[in-house]
């Protein structure tokens, strides 16, 4: 990627400001059309929405975009239907099945909990407390799922099964992390409590173990910053068996959604950590540098996505797409969606923007950070200005050209075309709007929002 260092903010404000109430309109068609199905929006197939039957955990998505752009417009009516209609998402709180919580519950639950918190519309305390007890009910379920290896540390596997560590997870922690800060702890037999911050902790430090590389020789394929979707291990012995993937190329590519939740989960941790008293996580760490660990791991990640996207910042699906030799240096162009080679995935682009903002505001945008924060700058601007936004009325989604499972052939392709593109994914449409809520807020000097809202301990309750 060739990071444009003199891109500001500002530079990509009026495209934000003219795509704001074309998204507003197309999230209300879409929240009304689904709020009373029994499933979800996953994924556009000749520019209309279509569900999945894999598991529902996109549906967060759909009420946390009406709730985003309630906060850049200040339309009440799309904040009132959410509150109005969130209770169907309460079976999924208690869901045993999944590992996904965190986009669900933080999401919607999150979301409300934090403007109402911040003020940001009339929220009693009884409607407040509704919202704590979804995350604290969600993040110690989230927290059950829970596989023992061999060194007596654990991971929340998968819903491929106890052997099973996705990468995505990582950002599920965030949901165990805010429950722990309002007080939750999962009780067990014996009325043994487990603290959520230590599994959470547990969880990330395995994900970067087993699933994020760093060039330190682990397998011929050790390249710094490189990502495995899935590490799997045998749920007997507790020993780590190898590296897989469900949705990349292969296990020893990169899967570059994968590698964005990785990258975005990473920046997010420093954040949460770095806000709360060293005490609280101390313990659970033994003596390793939490912080530096995690800003390593951000940083391995940030720099192997910066290496391997087009010249504006654009991710193919997968670094290991096998039609990418055909290509050749693509790092050299600007991305084409329409190459009809391999696909690009925007959703990858738009998840890994956020991160890359996060980690430069967090290292200091005009010092150490400022590479990554201009990086973060550079894809927002490809995506808004050159032809990755749908403005078409009759096309359901907001950011063309993502992709969903390549290897199963989910993604539709439009006659003519041999690869899928001009297409959107809910998870895209969702984190494209959270980036413009980012940088939104940046120029309202507004300190950008964050998922614990920027708040403290409480008490002592959280010393376990």
């Known amino acids: 990627m060739e990071v444009e260092d003199s891109l500001t903010e500002q530079d990509i404000i009026p495209v934000i400001e003219h795509f704001i109430p074309v998204a507003n309109h197309k999230v209300v068609f879409l929240f009304d059309n689904w709020v009373n199905k029994d499933t979800s929006p996953v994924f556009t197939y000749g520019g209309k929405y279509r569900s999945w039957g894999w598991t529902e955990w996109t549906r967060g998505f759909l009420y946390g975009m009406s709730l985003i752009l309630f906060e850049l417009t200040g339309k009440e009516s799309l904040l009132n239907k959410v509150r109005d209609k969130i209770y169907k998402l309460d079976s999924y709180l208690t869901h045993t099945g999944v590992h996904d919580h965190g986009f669900n519950t933080l999401s ?20 407040l407390r509704q919202y704590e007890l979804a995350i604290c009910v969600s993040g110690a379920v989230q927290s059950s799922r829970w596989t023992q290896i061999e060194d007596g540390t654990g991971f929340i596997h998968s819903f491929n099964g106890t052997h099973s560590l996705f990468v995505d997870t990582i950002r599920t922690c965030r949901v165990l992390e805010l429950a722990w800060l309002l007080g939750q702890v999962l009780r067990t037999e014996g009325d043994e409590e487990v603290s959520l911050l230590d599994r959470a902790i547990q969880h990330i430090q395995n ?35 190898c590296a897989s993937t469900q949705q990349g190329y292969s296990p020893f590519s990169t899967w570059t959604r994968g590698l964005a939740w990785a990258m975005l989960g990473c920046a997010e941790q420093l954040e949460f950590f770095k806000s709360i008293p060293q005490r609280f996580w101390e313990p659970y760490v033994h003596n390793e540098d939490w912080l530096e660990t995690l800003k390593q791991s951000a940083l391995a990640t940030a720099d192997f996505y910066i290496e391997h996207s087009t010249l504006d910042g654009i991710s193919f699906w ?34 890994a923007a956020q991160a890359l903002l996060r980690l430069g505001s967090y290292l200091g945008k005009e010092s150490e950070g400022k590479k990554y924060y201009q990086a973060g700058l550079t894809i927002a601007k490809t995506i808004l200005l050159k032809g990755f936004l749908s403005i078409e009325v009759t096309h359901e989604g907001l950011l063309l050209h993502s992709v969903y499972h390549r290897p199963n052939g989910w993604d539709y392709i439009p006659p003519g075309r041999n690869i899928p593109c001009g297409e959107s994914c809910l998870w895209g449409d969702y984190h494209l709007l959270e980036l413009i809520l980012w940088i939104r807020q940046s120029v309202q000097d507004i300190p950008p929002w964050n998922f614990f809202a920027n708040q403290q301990v409480r008490g002592e309750m959280n010393k376990k």
């Open 207 to 241: 994900t970067i173990k087993y699933n994020l590389y760093f060039g330190s020789g682990r397998d011929i394929y050790d390249v710094r910053g490189r990502v495995a979707h899935e590490s799997l291990f045998n749920v007997k012995t507790g020993k780590f068996r």
């Open 108 to 127: 919607a639950y999150g979301h409300l909990w934090r403007m109402g918190l911040q003020g940001k519309y009339p929220c009693r305390r009884e409607e």
């Open 318 to 351: 997968d670094t290991g797409a096998p039609g990418l030799s055909y290509i050749g240096k693509y790092q050299q162009f600007p991305a084409d969606p329409y190459n009809d080679i391999e696909p690009l995935d925007s959703s990858a682009a738009v998840i």
